[in-house]
């Protein structure tokens, strides 16, 4: 079965700073993993998809990167802003079904 | 616009109650699925169906029911058999058997049991 985990759980930093996420799988197996993004009382938005085969991808201030051998993706968001904040949701792809982690709350200060 | 239409946005169910929460997609995709999101805790899937008259148990089907009569509607019924049902219900489709499309999600229907 999948597991996913997403660390830390919480971050908060000064807006403009660059915010690293990190999210694992124990379940290599993926056809692709997804990030996606949600407010408070909200429902998901996606944000980023990379296929099994992409070493990373790139939307705007936003880059994830998948390495699939170690089970790992990483999202990148430069320069960030007050708006970032939310918590960030990483997902893995498997047999057409998704498994979550918990998730990043993150705080950007203004 | 093409999207998913959950509703109502709030539910309360009494004790003892079955209630109906509404998925609805416009996007012309096969799959569709319910998640339930608890605090602290990852999306867990209850159930999904691939294509209509079908659908499978997810990781938490237990006090759950679903029907997928038509391809736009998969509505998740919580019967009086789910002992905790205060949650945060997700609907989410996605095109059947083509990864390189991510999966698309309502916004919510928060379940709380008075």
């Known amino acids: 079965k999948q597991e996913v985990t997403q660390i830390p759980a919480a971050l908060s930093v000064p807006e403009g700073e660059n915010l690293v996420l990190n999210c694992s799988f124990t379940?290599?197996?993926?056809?692709?993993l997804q990030w996606f993004r949600q407010d408070p009382g909200k429902g998901l938005t996606s944000l980023l998809l990379?296929?099994?085969?992409?070493r990373e991808q790139t939307s705007g201030r936003l880059n994830a990167s998948l390495d699939k051998s170690s089970g790992r993706s990483t999202l990148y968001i430069a320069a960030s802003q007050p708006g970032d904040s939310a918590t960030y949701l990483c997902?893995?792809?498997?047999?057409?079904?998704?498994?979550f982690g918990a998730g990043t709350t993150v705080t950007v200060r203004a | 616009d093409g999207g998913i239409t959950q509703s109502p946005k709030y539910l309360f169910r009494k004790e003892g109650q079955n209630v109906t929460l509404s998925c609805e997609q416009n996007?012309?995709?096969?799959?569709m699925y319910w998640y339930r999101q608890d605090p602290g805790q990852g999306l867990r899937l209850i159930y999904y169906?691939?294509?209509?008259?079908?659908?499978q148990k997810g990781d938490i089907a237990e006090g759950y029911s679903v029907s997928r009569e038509k391809k736009e509607s998969f509505p998740l019924t919580v019967t009086s058999a789910q002992k905790n049902p205060t949650a945060f219900y997700l609907c989410?489709?996605?095109?059947?058997?083509?990864?390189?499309?991510?999966?698309?999600f309502g916004s919510g229907t928060r379940l709380t049991v008075v």
């Open positions: 989410a489709s996605s095109p059947r058997g083509q990864v390189d499309y991510g999966y698309t």
């Open positions: 379940d290599s197996a993926i056809y692709n």
């Open positions: 990379i296929q099994s085969s992409q």
């Open positions: 997902a893995a792809n498997n047999d057409y079904k998704l498994s």
């Open positions: 996007l012309n995709h096969d799959a």
């Open positions: 169906s691939q294509i209509v008259n079908d659908f």
